[in-house]
């Protein structure tokens, strides 16, 4: 498809707890949106990361300059729909042109009911970011195309009446309502005829995954390992999870602050004492240290982007990541069973964890890199071989 786009667009303006203000063009649906401002470095993947449940609450600032030049696709999605509250970029690509394109960007949010700013300095606003840690925002997209000076006025009220992320339980709000079930793998794409084919694996294994915000590609590369997933509520108590007589135990990534979630904490508490095989992506990450008896801190500047160098402290092998989160937990509150396998190369902080009286690890990044690189994909293979092992042994003792 290839298509040029009219540029007729209202004014819209981002506004800043801080009283900062940006004065753009609307690329999205008309309103306002008010949520915590981050920046994330990724030059591709967009609509990964806007369909990505973790960016709930949060207006995604996008370093690149120029985004929306391949379109949206019903393929290149995380979840079944926008979660991002707002979408912030410096150039929009006056043309969508890829054979996969389905629609245009800006169609996409209205079609989604998000807003969005462009031709702002986005530069200028990553700089404040770093400068002091992710900010309070609004965006306002004006009423009759041009902004009158009581809207952006009614914008920095609205961002400066923002009470932040710490305390916020978000991931029970974008779980599933009921558990499914999910078999289907990783997908491959036919560059000869431009269709795409998905993997349908043998599943002798079970596993049930929390959903507190769960990414499409982590159920597809959990099915890759040949485990048939059950997807069951944020809330559900592990006793009902345990009805499903899994072999392991998956807790996904997720929106808002981990330590409130104590429904989750306690869950994972049970879990490791009965000693089943239990991986955790970053809110799960976060939730199995809270469980080990550690802390969660907000960080000033949360990790956004698909380019993150990660070290593996065992063999020392530089992992460029993907990464999406802005609490991290602190090291220096774990307990001795408990051992550091990761550090970020950007600023030091925890990474991944291992316990060490039972199969149960974590990471703090996106093994399941969509978008982003593929670097630490193996971490579900060392799920899967902790998973099949478990599998095993409950058969020999069954047998
Ligand atoms: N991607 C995630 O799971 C994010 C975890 C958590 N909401 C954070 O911001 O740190």
Redesign the pocket.
């Known amino acids: 498809m290839s298509l040029l786009i009219q540029d007729s667009r209202p004014q819209a303006v981002l506004a800043l707890g801080d009283g900062t203000t940006f004065i753009g063009r609307s690329i999205g649906a008309p309103g306002k949106v008010i949520a915590e401002v981050v920046f994330n470095t990724a030059m591709t993947g967009y609509q990964e990361i806007l369909t ?1 449940p ?2 709930t609450g949060q207006i995604v600032n996008l370093t690149y300059p120029h985004i929306g030049n391949v379109g949206v696709n019903s393929e290149d999605v995380e979840s079944s729909r926008v979660y991002a509250s707002g979408l912030v970029i410096e150039a929009l690509s006056p043309v969508v042109s890829n054979f996969r394109a389905q629609s245009s960007l800006s169609d996409y949010l209205k079609a989604s009911g998000v807003v969005g700013i462009s031709d702002i300095d986005n530069r200028a606003l990553t700089q404040i970011i770093r400068d002091n840690g992710a900010q309070s925002g609004c965006i306002l997209v004006a009423a009759n195309g041009s902004l009158t000076q009581e809207e952006i006025d009614e914008a920095v009220d609205s961002a400066k009446s923002y009470g932040g ?1 710490v305390g916020q339980d ?2 029970q709000k974008v779980t599933t309502d009921k558990p499914y079930d999910w078999t289907e793998g990783t997908w491959q794409f036919n560059n000869k005829d431009g269709s795409t084919s998905y993997n349908h694996p043998e599943l002798p294994l079970h596993i049930v995954a929390y959903d ?2 769960i990414k499409t590609n982590i159920l597809r590369l959990l099915a890759d390992q040949g485990m048939k997933v059950t997807v069951v509520p944020a809330k559900t108590s592990p006793e009902d999870a345990l009805k499903y007589n899994p072999d392991g135990i998956f807790f ?7 330590e409130p979630c104590t429904y989750a904490i306690e869950a994972a508490r049970v879990f490791l004492k009965k000693k089943i095989p239990f991986f955790g ?6 939730i199995l240290g809270l469980a080990l008896g550690g802390k ?1 801190v907000k ?1 000033k500047c ?1 990790h956004h982007g698909a380019n993150h160098p990660v070290v593996d402290l065992e063999n020392k092998r530089v992992y460029i990541t993907s990464q ?5 937990v602190d090291a220096d509150s774990l307990p001795s069973n408990v051992k550091v396998t990761h550090k970020s190369l950007f600023d030091g902080s925890l990474q991944g964890i291992e316990v060490t009286d039972t199969p149960a690890f974590s990471f ?1 990044g ?1 093994p399941e890199a969509s978008p982003g690189p593929q670097d630490i994909r193996p971490l579900f293979q060392k799920f899967g071989q902790m998973v099949r092992e478990y599998a095993a042994n409950k058969q020999a003792q069954q047998g």
């Open positions: 990505d973790s960016y992320m978000l991931a507190f915000g996904s990534n997720g929106p808002g602050d981990p992506i970053c809110l799960g990450h976060q969660t960080m949360g999406n989160h802005g609490f991290a703090q996106h």
